[in-house]
């Protein structure tokens, strides 16, 4: 038997856990620390569980954004659309940016609906809920994995020569990720309340992607290259495009700006999330 | 004291029966909560209610207490607190030690993957390490006597089948306390033993705590020493466990009699001879429903008939809440033969002693015509009546005698 006065303490009052944060902080800290291996656990069973249930298998990592490309490289060659000069080949140029664009989206949508799969477990048992969010970006991390497989094909194909700057694409793709997450998981705590939040996010990711230049060059003129230095997705987007096909950073300014932003937005939609969790649980479930 | 592990300290939590408000009043807790604002949870919003009141109480180590209430008395709500998974609105809640909650089994179970991989889910998800989960898997399997099935996914399990996996996975856990909310109700009655058992064991071994929720009595008190019980979610009653769940069982009947209304159910054959009522007295003809145990009964059937009746006889039953059959005795088996029968006339069963232990039993009776053996008139739940036998600390059986003991020296 351990002796009773070194047993952990843990207390439960009705204060805000804002009022102490150093508290809150440690709690986080070590939460994060315990997340590692049941987050770990919960991506295999994700992953193990879809591919069973799956012929196409790892297929619909990559084949969404390479139809979609497929349609505008159509388009362009064709004439029926003229999207103006791109930095390289345009199929290149477009292949690249719908894949980048689905990692985007598919970081924008993993929170939320990570939580709410979990959502019976979650009423019912007291895990570190950072697990829910890491087992998302795990599994975000997974299908890069296989997407980079064909942008690693596409490089190859279009002749692109390899350069030290293509290193840097991965904390640049990582970054793109981390701004798409912190968007979703500051949406999720209400997104949970009310469902008018999915299918909100599912409407502006489709009219979001027109606005980015993702299948056309950033425009250079105003009031359209507002769309450069107003959305945030844009510079990361392209940097981390440029950075796999020129192997270099044209603006990084505004590129490290997003990055810290997509950073300190992350902290503060964890925050959120896990002081919104109980109020959560105590609303949707009995 | 350091030997107390969990101190509950004047906890109260409300909620919304309207969703739509119960939503928006989400928001705006969590609005307070992110901007640290005074929290505006004492009061009662619109369409709020407590569910839990003021509760204040302590567990010990090595210390099982029993949770009983009626369904919505705030039970699930108080368990919810304890493991951390709501808030209290107010109040304040000490946990020490490490805390398992049996409150849902198998979470995190995904129906496609086996058995055996669920386990690793189930064991990470309530914070057990591979490891330990790799050297306990054998016995876990083994406790659950699944070994068959382990290997095939669980979508093919039956719910019990299911629900005997989760909990042979978290009581491998060994904690300092455990939460138990009704999870052993869907196992089969060997499952139920062997689980008993265990838990048993956790509390001789380990000396772990052990939070109990049942809605039976006997398994309360065959588990706790002490019970809580809840009741619109005020503590209605803490302390032994045969007093509390008692006073329980108590407010069950009165609630029940109440409820039950006297609804007859008559399957009447002959319309010229028949049952009029069913009445119940003591033995100085006084009407009288509730009865103490050992206390002498007198049911009264009422029967007329407009045409003779040659050979009459009278079946009397008495059913427990359960519908089990307590008693059931025909006139004619015990010997009995009554004269002729026309017009009015009443039969009288009489008990010296009533033999049955604290419930509500119901009494049905059935006239018989003894030379055709045919039933003229069959009376179910014709009454009811009571039976409450006072403090009786291990008096646990249906029936309870009153026999004479006696020791002498040999």
Redesign the interface.
Known sequence: ??N??Q?????????????SPVKLLKSMLHDLK?SR??A???FV??V??RY??SVLGILWAFLPPLLSGMVFIILQSQNILNLGKTTVDYPLFVLIGTILWQVFTESINAPLKAVQS?K????????PREALIMAAFYDILFSLAIKTIVIGAVLIYFKVAVSPGMLLAIPAILMLITLGMAIGLMLT??GM??TDVGSAIGMAVQFWFFVTPVVYPPPTSFPFDLIVKLNPVSPLLIGARDLLTLGTLKTPEMFLMVSGLSLVGMFFAW??YR??L??????MS? | MSDTLITVDNVSKKFCRSLKKSLWYGVKDMSSEFFGGSNSHNELREGEFWANKDISFEVKRGETIGLIGHNGAGKTTLLRMLSGLIKPDKGRIEIRGRMQALIALGAGFNPILTGRENVYVNAAVLGIRKKTIDNKIDEIIDFSGLEEFIDSPVQSYSSGMAVRLGFSVAVNMEPEILLVDEVLAVGDSNFIIKSLNKIHKMIKDNGTAILFVSHSNTMIRAVCQNALYLEKGIVKGCGDVMEVTRTYELDCMDKRTSESGQKIYKISSDKERRIKKVELYNFKYELQNVFKINEPLVIRVYVHADRVVENPGMQIAVFNEKKECMLSQVSFTDGIQFHELLGSSSIDFKIKEIPFNTGVYSVSAKFIDGNVLNSLDYHIDACQFTVDCGNRVGNEGKVCLNAEWIMENC
């Open positions: 038997m351990t009773p006065e047993m952990p303490v843990t207390v439960y009052s009705p204060e805000s856990q804002m009022r315990e291996e049941l770990w656990r919960l069973r994700d193990s569980a069973r249930q979990a019976a477990m979650l009423a019912k048992i007291n895990f705590p209400i309340l009310y925050v959120l002081l919104a109980p109020i959560i649980i105590e609303r009995s």
